[in-house]
């Protein structure tokens, strides 16, 4: 079984620029987070989809990140337009639909980002 | 102090040596889960422990779990050099609520 996996694994844009990040969590987990980890501080919860919902998107920095999910499928994480201290690894994370708070959530691989 | 905070944050030890890593929380959880990131690698999951229960093993992995003073810490027994990694704790309410603290890079010397 395929873990989760994210694109691009690198990333290296200019400041103003605009950068879309993908993540294909494990098939058939309904629950789909997105976390980061900048400048080497600790890691951070961004948002949650149930399916193609937003259940909680209460970590979410600033208007110009915008995350989707249509289908409830793949989800994309898009940042526009990037900032210097937008810069730091971006994880995503899965996990069964049954009891989200009490099963293991799987990460991929991160995305790292360097905005220059 | 942020939850899941982890302590020491930086660890050196030689190998065959034990490492002992502590982290707090702070409200109610569910569950609490320990990680490892090798440098430049994504989260890896390593143990999950319930909140009813004390201790948890898994290989030369010890987990316990104290509710009454949201601590909780993770033994890596007979310490080798392909342990040397960033290790986070992340607690789980009751929610969909999921925390990590600050991480304690550990380094294994040979």
């Known amino acids: 079984e395929a873990g989760v996996t994210q694109f691009p694994s690198h990333s290296v844009i200019e400041k103003g620029q605009t950068v879309t990040l993908r993540c294909d969590p494990i098939?058939?987990?309904?629950?789909l987070y997105w976390y980061r980890r900048v400048m080497g501080k600790e890691i951070k919860f961004l948002l949650h989809?149930?399916?193609?919902?937003?259940?909680?998107e209460s970590g979410m920095p600033n208007n110009r990140f915008l995350a989707e999910r249509t289908g409830g499928t793949y989800s994309t994480l898009k940042v526009q337009p990037a900032e210097l201290e937008d810069s730091g690894v971006y994880f995503c994370?899965?996990?069964?639909?049954?009891?989200?708070?009490?099963?293991?959530?799987?990460f991929g691989e991160g995305s790292w980002l360097t905005v220059v | 102090s942020q939850q899941g905070e982890e302590d020491p944050q930086a660890l050196s030890i030689q190998e065959g040596e034990n490492a002992t890593m502590n982290c707090s929380y702070k409200?109610?959880?569910?569950?609490l889960q320990w990680y490892r990131q090798n440098s430049g690698r994504g989260l890896v999951h390593l143990i999950l422990?319930?909140?009813?229960?004390r201790e948890k093993h898994s290989g030369r992995l010890r987990v316990t779990l104290d509710t009454s003073k949201k601590s909780s810490s993770l033994l890596i027994t007979a310490s080798r050099a392909a342990d040397t990694a960033s290790y986070f704790c992340?607690?789980?309410?009751?929610?969909?609520?999921?925390?990590f603290g600050p991480g304690t890079r550990l380094s294994v010397l040979p």
């Open positions: 994370a899965s996990s069964h639909r049954s009891s989200p708070s009490g099963n293991t959530i799987y």
């Open positions: 098939s058939g987990h309904d629950n």
């Open positions: 989809f149930v399916k193609e919902s937003k259940q909680d």
């Open positions: 409200t109610s959880i569910n569950n």
């Open positions: 422990i319930r909140s009813n229960e």
């Open positions: 992340a607690s789980r309410d009751y929610g969909q609520n999921f925390v």
